[in-house]
């Protein structure tokens, strides 16, 4: 007999959940990196992972497979074998689509000869999250948004080259950086979940954006790893410049001039190059008496706290004559300071420092990019110019001459003769120009 409760009350079951509960995945219960890679990718595809999941663990797993790398056998030189079916079956239990196997393989070859070189994997090394720069730059690579066909294009076509080399080279000509790419796959312009830019673009502007070390300019890695014909030489004190592109078998030596999206461009900044003597200047500032401001070598929007030397009326020179002081002596002796290692540009110097004439700035800058050529280009290999590359306005610019670059109204950065203090400025990068289209 049922007791009343239960004759007279509507029984209400317990709700069945609608779905089943994921577990979320570990990172320790992977095998290996790859694994992990593409299980996680496969989660965040099915919507089993949120976007901020899916960055925290693949962050924990690029940490937990950090390897110690060799620059001289890297790690895919040490495991990855030249064939592509010797990968499958060692392999083939794990990842259940081949075509991501295939793309990946190639992969591992493209970063074999990218060109990243030791200055690159130490300037790396620096960070703990960017040791293992060769998984890193193959998953990343993997990970940039596009389609499975799109991947598998990119991977199938990178021994011919996305950079084009003729463009490239094409001297004193602004283009867009899209203008200098090649052998990319269109877009579905039907397909409007699809990014309507080419993977080949999006890998490039990752590699421009993301992949900037300390003291490896925006655009440097980018050119090299999408071009077997372009080779990073590391742009060191005896290089001749920062990378080395074959066309047609000879070989082009050119620096590389970068600007990213926040940040100062790439300087004319090499110990070689330098011409300036610190202490010189403040010796010269400290005759006249002026002392404990900082002061630019021109007027500049970006250093209006800064005295300028030149250029304005309330400029060193512009206050020194007003108060009588010897204006032809005090441009001599500057002169000499800011070009101590150039002496044929004195006179010219001193007649524009004498003038008050802000296009000392102008001239300044010249001469730093005419002695790149004096003194980084060797006998057999000399430099054949400048590329100036803009991230943020992705414009590319390749320079022979500097006539030819002052016509697209480039932004120079101030030049600070002196530190914030009025004391001597000692960071030599601030006397190199930074550079912008």
Same mark, same amino acid.
Request: glycine share 6%.
């Given at each position: 007999?049922?007791?009343?409760?239960?004759?007279?009350?509507?029984?209400?079951?317990?709700?069945?959940?609608?779905?089943?509960? !994921?577990?979320?995945?570990?990172?320790?219960?992977?095998?290996?990196?790859?694994?992990?890679?593409?299980?996680?990718?496969?989660?965040?595809?099915? @919507?089993? !992972?949120?976007?901020?999941?899916?960055?925290?663990?693949?962050?924990?797993?690029?940490?937990? =497979?950090?390897?110690?790398? $060799? =620059?001289?056998?890297?790690?895919?030189?040490?495991?990855?074998?030249?064939?592509?079916?010797? !990968?499958?079956?060692?392999?083939?239990?794990?990842?259940?689509?081949?075509?991501?196997?295939?793309?990946?393989?190639?992969?591992?070859?493209?970063?074999?000869?990218?060109?990243?070189?030791?200055?690159?994997?130490?300037?790396?090394?620096?960070?703990?999250?960017?040791?293992?720069?060769?998984?890193?730059?193959?998953?990343?690579?993997?990970?940039?948004?596009?389609?499975?066909?799109?991947?598998?294009?990119?991977?199938?076509?990178?021994?011919?080259?996305?950079?084009? &080399?003729?463009?490239?080279?094409?001297?004193?000509?602004?283009?867009?950086?899209?203008? &200098?790419?090649?052998?990319?796959?269109?877009?579905?312009?039907?397909?409007?979940?699809?990014?309507?830019?080419?993977?080949?673009?999006?890998?490039?502007?990752?590699?421009?954006?993301?992949?900037?070390?300390?003291?490896?300019?925006?655009?440097? +890695?980018?050119?090299?790893?999408?071009?077997?014909?372009?080779?990073?030489?590391?742009?060191?004190?005896?290089?001749?410049?920062? &990378?080395?592109?074959?066309?047609?078998? /000879?070989?082009?030596? +050119?620096?590389?001039?970068?600007?990213?999206?926040?940040?100062?461009?790439?300087?004319?900044?090499? #110990?070689?190059?330098?011409?300036?003597?610190?202490?010189?200047?403040?010796?010269?500032?400290?005759?006249?008496?002026?002392?404990?401001?900082?002061?630019?070598?021109?007027?500049?929007?970006?250093?209006?706290?800064?005295?300028?030397? +030149?250029?304005?009326?309330?400029? +060193?020179?512009?206050?020194?004559?007003?108060?009588?002081?010897? !204006?032809?002596?005090? #441009?001599?002796?500057?002169?000499?300071?800011? =070009?101590?290692?150039?002496?044929?540009?004195?006179?010219?110097?001193? /007649?524009?420092?004498?003038?008050?004439?802000?296009?000392?700035?102008?001239?300044?800058?010249?001469?730093?990019?005419?002695?790149?050529?004096?003194?980084?280009?060797?006998?057999?290999?000399?430099?054949? @110019?400048?590329?100036?590359?803009?991230?943020?306005?992705?414009?590319?610019?390749?320079?022979?001459?500097?006539?030819?670059?002052?016509?697209?109204?480039?932004?120079?950065?101030? &030049?600070?003769?002196?530190?914030?203090?009025?004391?001597?400025?000692?960071? #030599?990068?601030?006397?190199?120009?930074?550079? $912008?289209?």
């Amino acid at each position: 007999m049922k007791p009343w409760f239960e004759k007279e009350a509507d029984i209400i079951d317990f709700p069945k959940p609608e779905r089943k509960v !994921i577990k979320m995945p570990s990172v320790a219960e992977y095998p290996d990196f790859i694994t992990g890679v593409l299980d996680l990718q496969a989660r965040r595809d099915k @919507g089993q !992972i949120g976007k901020d999941s899916y960055d925290r663990l693949y962050t924990e797993l690029i940490h937990r =497979f950090m390897k110690k790398e $060799s =620059f001289e056998r890297p790690w895919f030189l040490r495991e990855a074998s030249d064939e592509i079916e010797t !990968i499958k079956a060692l392999l083939l239990n794990k990842i259940k689509d081949e075509k991501e196997l295939a793309i990946l393989q190639k992969l591992l070859k493209v970063v074999k000869s990218a060109g990243v070189d030791d200055k690159l994997v130490k300037a790396l090394k620096t960070d703990q999250d960017a040791e293992p720069i060769l998984q890193r730059l193959v998953a990343q690579i993997m990970d940039t948004e596009g389609t499975q066909a799109e991947k598998e294009h990119f991977a199938n076509n990178f021994t011919k080259g996305f950079i084009n &080399i003729n463009a490239v080279l094409t001297p004193n000509q602004k283009m867009s950086t899209k203008q &200098i790419l090649q052998n990319e796959m269109p877009p579905d312009p039907t397909n409007k979940d699809q990014k309507q830019t080419s993977f080949v673009f999006a890998v490039f502007d990752f590699l421009c954006k993301k992949y900037t070390p300390q003291g490896v300019g925006p655009g440097e +890695v980018a050119l090299a790893v999408m071009s077997p014909q372009i080779r990073r030489i590391g742009g060191g004190t005896g290089a001749v410049g920062d &990378i080395e592109i074959d066309n047609g078998g /000879k070989k082009h030596y +050119v620096e590389v001039k970068g600007k990213n999206v926040k940040g100062t461009a790439g300087r004319l900044s090499d #110990a070689k190059v330098h011409v300036v003597d610190p202490n010189g200047i403040i010796k010269v500032l400290k005759s006249v008496n002026q002392t404990g401001q900082r002061i630019s070598l021109a007027p500049s929007a970006r250093a209006r706290l800064a005295v300028p030397l +030149v250029g304005s009326e309330g400029s +060193v020179v512009a206050k020194l004559s007003q108060a009588g002081g010897d !204006i032809n002596k005090f #441009a001599g002796q500057m002169a000499q300071a800011i =070009f101590a290692k150039e002496p044929e540009a004195q006179a010219k110097a001193q /007649k524009l420092i004498a003038a008050n004439d802000a296009n000392l700035m102008t001239f300044y800058t010249r001469v730093l990019y005419d002695r790149y050529y004096k003194i980084k280009s060797k006998e057999e290999n000399k430099l054949a @110019g400048f590329i100036f590359i803009n991230m943020k306005n992705n414009s590319f610019f390749f320079s022979t001459n500097y006539d030819a670059l002052s016509q697209q109204n480039p932004s120079l950065a101030p &030049i600070y003769l002196t530190n914030a203090s009025g004391e001597a400025n000692m960071d #030599a990068r601030e006397f190199g120009t930074a550079i $912008s289209l």
